[in-house]
């Protein structure tokens, strides 16, 4: 029986994979390296070092980085990150994604947030949903990121549930990776998963339900 839902934060419940893509091109393009809206496709889900790790070996130049560096880099892209999601609002909530909360919370089931955003709880609190999430992971704790579980079993804790008790949910390929990595039922959206579906308006209990067939 679902006793939880967790959710992936960015490209679930709002679109914000856009000011990670922006914010990430600004700088690399400061940094002489170039990236597209395909290279970025394999960033979402990844954690803010690894991530520009990422760019910075697209780069050939990661070794040309200390670890001081890093830091320092990392913290200028998500200061213009932050500066892009000043304005982030209640109607830049994903399509469905209002309605579907307010659904299971009808239903008593429980809601948990396993993003790997440092940014989650402040994301959250702009979009008027802090109050609706029953626990949200805190990325700071776990050792690993997507495509490892470690998140999402970190979720599914905080809750109080059993792993075969919950479904995910999620945008990227990384975070679907993540839930089969710990057998977690999984929803993608845009993505394959146990579940696929190609919007977030399409979700529902019983669009949900399918899965326990
Ligand atoms: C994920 C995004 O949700 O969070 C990634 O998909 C991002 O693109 C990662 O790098 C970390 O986010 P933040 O807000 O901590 O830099
Ligand atoms: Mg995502």
Redesign the pocket.
């Known amino acids: 029986m679902i006793k939880g839902i967790i959710f992936?934060?960015?490209?679930v419940i709002t679109d914000t994979?856009k000011f990670?893509y922006k914010a990430w091109k600004r700088l690399a393009s400061r940094l002489g390296i170039d990236i597209d809206e395909d290279f970025n496709e394999g960033?979402?889900?990844?954690?803010?070092m690894d991530?520009l790790k990422r760019i910075l070996e697209h780069g050939n130049v990661l070794d040309k980085y200390s670890r001081e560096d890093l830091e320092a880099l990392a913290e200028d892209k998500?200061e213009d990150?932050k500066k892009l999601l000043e304005d982030l609002k209640k109607e830049d909530i994903l399509d469905g994604i209002e309605d579907f909360i307010n659904e299971i919370r009808y239903n008593n089931i429980k809601i948990g947030l396993a993003?790997?955003?440092?940014?989650a709880p402040m994301i959250l609190d702009k979009l008027g949903l802090i109050d609706k999430i029953d626990f949200i992971a805190d990325?700071a704790k776990v050792e690993k990121g997507k495509p490892a579980p470690d998140i999402f079993i970190e979720a599914a804790r905080g809750l109080g549930l059993d792993i075969k008790d919950t479904i995910g949910i999620e945008d990227?390929r990384s975070g679907v990776d993540a839930m089969k990595a710990c057998n977690m039922r999984s929803v993608g959206i845009g993505v394959d998963a146990d579940l696929r579906l190609e919007s977030t308006s399409q979700l529902s209990l019983d669009t949900l339900g399918i899965l326990d067939k």
């Open positions: 992936d934060l960015d490209g994979a990670h960033l979402k889900g990844v954690s803010r991530s998500n990150y993003s790997v955003s440092k940014n990325p990227a």
